[in-house]
């Protein structure tokens, strides 16, 4: 429960030598923004069934140069290919829903190397840049030498091992003869440490538009996927504008669709209207699932690519408009639930350097690994997120080339008007949100330390990776009277049997105060640190 501090930086991951690989660059005069980049690729090598260099990412970059300015926000979310429309999938047999796994599920392009590539251009003047081999040099080692398989890795590639065991590539990355790896197994990646040495030599671009997307494109192309060179060629991450929400305490930003950041920020901006005083109470939990309940209402009908937004969602996150939805909220009764649900797998991770520049990131494949398919020879595993497109013309979502597909991903950044900054955020499809709420109202609004909160027992409504049901889950952690009452207010309570469980995904957090110093907390549900300089 002791949050750690330093002065000189700090990286929060969900992997140890992710947090470690970050802290590093920082100790060598790196900014947040290179750690992160160090983060982002060691953690694709050494947390594999949460995220690839072959998924999409999406930042949130605080420069405290900028004074009042809103932080930075990079789109990095590749588009489906221009092959891939819903007639292409019908003449393939596909008529009501896209795989969900193998090379037809992998018909959007990889952003994330990109937005790697749009936050260090947005750092460069900021001091004299690191080499890029350095920021690569902890993913390529770990890649070439080895890295233990986590207890998570080892049970979720069990779980699923039926529909990834088929896909090209897989058995020979991942599997050991034909099984799943035992937890502590070395798992080595020569093909992605060669794929990342290359990018340290070419350059990011060259994924795109180079030598290596040349390579990646006859790979996709080879194992049946719609992908082709143009598409990987057309695929640019983007500077955006944040979303906002402002709280009595704080300004808290996310990103704007085709992310459910709106969902995020409208949780937190529904629940300051109820006037709660107190934490973990009945008040609090059933306040934030209720909030959670609305705010999904609208991001279901409202997120999309930003191309075809049916309305302005900054609209939904202002004062009034938030008034008039709080006032729905039962104090005493749930809502009727459930509705549809979004899985997903991802990772979290932020840094703040010396002069207090803070990142908040996020990277994921969507599902467990993904499509499943690792490209021979290249050791990329790809994202299935197109899979989030509807083969239903009318939908919101519905497939179209060149679309951007529905994301779960979000990171979170606050700042306070007592001059905190957090940078926040976790893993975990619906339970995004729900978490970034939990962890922001418990430091911000009732005074909980960092560690405590994000270690602190966790709820989720709905679902997220793994599981299917759409309750109310609880960790056993919970007072039995909490949890009683809950249920005698009609939520459709299941209790978990573990206090400290995966299936509330894996958050973290840190805070940069006025005087220097950074605090950091990262998810004891997960394998990760929070590495200080």
Not at 126 to 134: G, T
Request: with cysteine.
């Amino acid at each position: 429960m002791h949050t750690p501090s330093s002065y000189g930086g700090m990286v929060v991951a969900p992997h140890h030598l992710a947090a470690q690989a970050g802290r590093d660059v920082l100790r060598d005069g790196g900014t947040a923004v290179e750690a992160m980049v160090a983060a982002a690729a060691a953690i694709a090598v050494v947390y594999p069934h949460m995220n690839a260099i072959g998924g999409d990412g999406f930042w949130l970059i605080h420069d405290p140069a900028k004074g009042d300015a809103p932080p930075v926000a990079i789109d990095a979310c590749g588009a489906a290919a221009a092959a891939a429309s819903i007639d292409f999938y019908a003449s393939r047999g596909h008529s009501t829903a896209i795989p969900s796994r193998g090379p037809l599920a992998a018909l959007t392009a990889a952003g994330t190397i990109g937005g790697w590539a749009e936050a260090l251009a947005v750092s460069a003047h900021w001091q004299a840049p690191l080499p890029l081999p350095r920021l690569l040099a902890d993913a390529i080692r770990h890649a070439e030498d080895g890295v233990a398989v986590s207890a998570s890795q080892a049970r979720l590639t069990r779980a699923k091992l039926a529909e990834l065991a088929p896909q090209p590539g897989f058995g020979t990355t991942y599997l050991v003869d034909g099984q799943p790896p035992a937890p502590g197994h070395r798992l080595r990646q020569p093909a992605l440490a060669a794929t990342l040495r290359q990018l340290a030599d070419d350059g990011l671009d060259s994924f795109y538009r180079g030598p290596l997307a040349a390579r990646i494109a006859a790979a996709l192309q080879a194992v049946g996927s719609p992908l082709t060179a143009a598409d990987l060629a057309a695929c640019r991450a983007e500077r955006v504008p944040p979303l906002r929400v402002v709280l009595p305490e704080a300004e808290v930003f996310n990103l704007p669709p085709p992310t459910q950041g709106l969902a995020t920020l409208m949780i937190l901006g529904l629940f300051d209207q109820l006037g709660v005083t107190e934490g973990e109470g009945f008040a609090h939990l059933h306040g934030l699932v209720e909030a959670t309940k609305l705010a999904f209402l609208v991001r279901d009908a409202v997120v999309t690519d930003r191309g075809r937004l049916p309305t302005d969602p900054q609209a939904f996150l202002m004062a009034e408009a938030l008034a008039e939805r709080a006032v729905r909220i039962d104090p005493a009764r749930a809502l009727p639930w459930p509705q549809p649900t979004q899985p997903g797998d991802t990772i979290w991770m932020g840094a703040v350097d010396r002069e207090g520049r803070a990142v908040s990131f996020i990277q994921s494949v969507y599902w467990e690994f993904g499509s499943g398919v690792v490209l021979p020879d290249l050791g990329i595993c790809w994202q299935n997120r197109g899979t989030s497109f509807s083969l239903d013309p009318q939908a919101l979502n519905a497939l179209e080339p060149g679309r951007k597909p529905f994301h779960t991903l979000n990171p979170s950044l606050a700042r306070f008007g007592d001059g905190r900054v957090m940078p926040f955020g976790t893993m975990g499809g619906e339970g995004q949100p729900q978490t970034q709420a939990a962890v922001y109202t418990r430091v911000a609004r009732f005074g909980q330390g960092l560690q405590q909160a994000v270690a602190a027992p966790r709820w989720l409504l709905g679902r997220t990776w793994g599981d299917v049901s759409t309750t109310l889950k609880l960790e056993s952690r919970f007072d039995p009277a909490l949890v009683q009452a809950l249920r005698e207010a009609d939520h459709t309570v299941e209790m978990l049997d573990e206090a400290f469980s995966d299936t509330m995904g894996h958050a973290g957090a840190l805070i940069r105060h006025p005087d220097g110093r950074i605090e950091g907390a990262a998810d004891p549900r997960s394998d990760g640190a929070a590495a200080g300089v």
